[in-house]
């Protein structure tokens, strides 16, 4: 099945972000941390103008004004009119971009906010200033396909699997035999993705981000 | 020759920003930046943001002489300029915004008036000590740029 990751693993592509921030600088830097991270971007000021640029004010279609496909959504909590959290509900209700991945970037380390975003879905949860770390981490994560959408099915898989059978690499992930990326083992990733994809299946969905988030303090 | 002792200068006025702290590791995050296709992107950055701060602060400044002070409005006010301080490293400024919003929150019209000036001072610092740091800057720039081999 077509997911976002396969797309991306033809070494190829580029990643194709879409930056949301009401702040110049703040939209200035994201742009220039996406860029040196080789991914194309879009900035826009606002949450409407992502969704017109997505085409959700209206038309359907993944496919913004040049027509890339939107492979990771990145906005600002606090902005003016629609915040970064009702955009993410948006995206998420809609059948042509739930799938794609949307992190959160806000300057405050609130937990309830955090829960809250990470419980409508989104894929991580930045504290800003964003550094070029972040976004790396970030960028190898979509990469790699370790979005929501797949760590969902991974889970649902393993709980109804044997605990004789072996870790499924014949899973749903998109990082197939024939991927020339070879994955790394589950424990010995610095990823946040990764830390959940094991711990979720132990404790509550998203103690493990959290407290990396309030540990990088 | 000349181009050493200019660099000398730079590196220091450099250094003392950070020993000051008026600086902080998020101008490093945004000089790791800069590359050949943009090798100003820091002053731009900069320059961006005094445009907005200096815009803010004006408002905010209104705000504090009204009375009543809108108090939800200049923490609003203040909560922006946190963020964009905090997104160039802007070190110092940051922590007066701090100062000043927690007076805010707790109504001392007085000491959040007394607080929002050392703001004032501290970004006005901030900006008379980087003006001539970027120009130095684009000096060695083209002075290095002549001296590479075409």
């Known amino acids: 099945m077509a997911v976002a990751g396969e797309v991306l693993l033809s070494g190829s592509q580029e990643l194709h972000v879409l930056a949301v921030d009401d702040s110049h600088v703040d939209r200035k830097v994201i742009e220039k941390l996406l860029r040196i991270s080789s991914c194309k971007v879009t900035a826009v000021e606002s949450g409407s103008r992502a969704l017109q640029f997505l085409g959700l004010d209206g038309e359907e279609g993944s496919l913004g004004f040049n027509g890339l496909k939107v492979n990771l959504i990145i906005t600002d909590y606090s902005m003016p009119g629609m915040t970064g959290y009702e955009l993410l509900r948006k995206i998420k209700q809609s059948s042509a971009f739930r799938e794609i991945p949307v992190v959160i970037m806000s300057s405050e380390n609130i937990l309830t906010r955090i829960d809250r975003c990470l419980e409508e879905g989104a894929e991580e949860f930045l504290v800003k200033p964003v550094k070029l770390s972040d976004v790396k981490r970030l960028k190898d994560c979509i990469m790699r396909g370790e979005t929501e959408e797949n760590r969902g099915r991974r889970f649902y898989k393993r709980k109804f699997e044997d605990d004789s059978s072996p870790p499924s690499s014949e899973s749903s992930t998109p990082s197939s035999p024939s991927s020339p990326l070879p994955l790394p083992p589950l424990s010995a990733a610095p990823f946040a993705c990764d830390l959940v994809a094991t711990s979720e299946i132990l404790s509550s969905p998203h103690s493990s981000k959290r407290a990396k988030l309030c540990n990088s303090d | ?150």
């Open chain 2, 1 to 150: 020759m000349e181009s050493r002792t200019l660099r000398q200068q730079i590196i220091s006025m450099r250094q003392s920003f950070f020993d000051e702290e008026i600086l902080d590791g998020q101008f490093t995050q945004l000089e790791q930046l800069e590359d050949r296709d943009n090798p100003n992107f820091v002053e731009e950055v900069l320059t961006l943001y005094f445009r907005d701060s200096t815009a803010l602060l004006a408002t905010l400044e209104q705000a504090m002489e009204t009375v009543p002070i809108d108090f939800p409005k200049v923490d609003k006010m203040l909560h922006q300029l946190k963020g964009s301080s905090a997104s160039v490293g802007a070190n110092k400024v940051r922590n007066e915004i701090n100062k000043t919003r927690e007076l805010c929150q707790e109504t001392k019209v007085e000491g959040a008036k007394a607080a929002f000036q050392e703001l004032r001072k501290e970004h006005d610092t901030l900006k008379a000590k980087l003006e001539p740091y970027f120009h130095q800057l684009r000096q060695a720039g083209s002075a290095e740029s002549a001296m590479r081999p075409r």
